[in-house]
């Protein structure tokens, strides 16, 4: 079988060729190489989704406050919205991913709650993400235009996937907790996001917490604490990472 370079796209266009015109093949093993994705600073995403409607602009809050894909983010309904706990339940996954529940800020909550009720099951009523995507683009560049800030432009709906990720690894310190938010079953693809949140967020800082008795360990364990190491005086030290 052999091997080529290609992108996605123009791999699943050549699969539906194929399959259009009833051709059988044997299709080449693509390697993908991906690309390290564009980080866009905090500013720059506050700035444009001010600029954007009501609906969009909670769309893209709920794409950077959860890390979910646009079509998982598409396909969240009213009840996947857990008010009392502040948490956004991400029930319908794609690509195979996990399901999970990702805490969140209260003004998303409130937020998404002052949506119109007007789609049934569903939070967005946008038809599909093309059809969101289309709407959000419009969107951008009149923002990019009146606010003087091409870099605008290069924020997408995943930017908010990757940013997130990499704002999760340099909390938490942790590909678990990343390939979680991201609802992976594996951790192949998190790795990057340490590369990158020491590259945006600076070296990860830690609160150190020293315990001489077994109560001290059960008490620094049950607050989250990682164990690094016992010294020779019989102390355990234990870190976890700071948070903002």
Not at 64 to 75: D, G, H, S
Request: proline share 5%; glycine share 4%.
């Amino acid at each position: 079988i052999l091997r080529a370079s290609a992108s996605p796209p123009l791999s699943k266009a050549f699969k539906s060729f194929l399959a259009h015109n009833n051709i059988k093949a044997e299709i080449p093993r693509v390697k993908f190489k991906r690309k390290i994705p564009y980080l866009p600073p905090k500013e720059h995403q506050d700035q444009l989704f001010s600029a954007l409607s009501k609906q969009m602009a909670a769309f893209c809050f709920t794409l950077q406050a959860t890390a979910a894909r646009p079509i998982e983010a598409l396909r969240i309904e009213w009840d996947d919205i857990d008010k009392p706990h502040k948490r956004i339940m991400i029930n319908h996954p794609a690509k195979g991913g996990n399901c999970r529940s990702i805490s969140v800020n209260e003004n998303l909550i409130n937020l998404l709650l002052s949506l119109p009720h007007a789609n049934g099951k569903k939070v967005f009523t946008y038809e599909t993400t093309d059809n969101a995507g289309c709407i959000y683009r419009r969107m951008r560049k009149r923002a990019a235009k009146k606010l003087n800030n091409p870099e605008l432009l290069k924020i997408c709906f995943y930017s908010e996937r990757y940013w997130r990720a990499t704002k999760e690894r340099h909390a938490k310190g942790n590909p678990d907790a990343v390939q979680y938010l991201l609802g992976h079953s594996s951790l192949a693809y998190v790795q990057i996001y340490a590369q990158l949140a020491q590259q945006c967020f600076g070296d990860q800082e830690y609160t150190v917490l020293e315990a001489r008795t077994s109560e001290q360990r059960r008490e620094a364990i049950q607050k989250g604490f990682e164990f690094i190491e016992k010294d020779s005086d019989g102390v355990s030290w234990y870190r976890k990472p700071k948070t903002e």
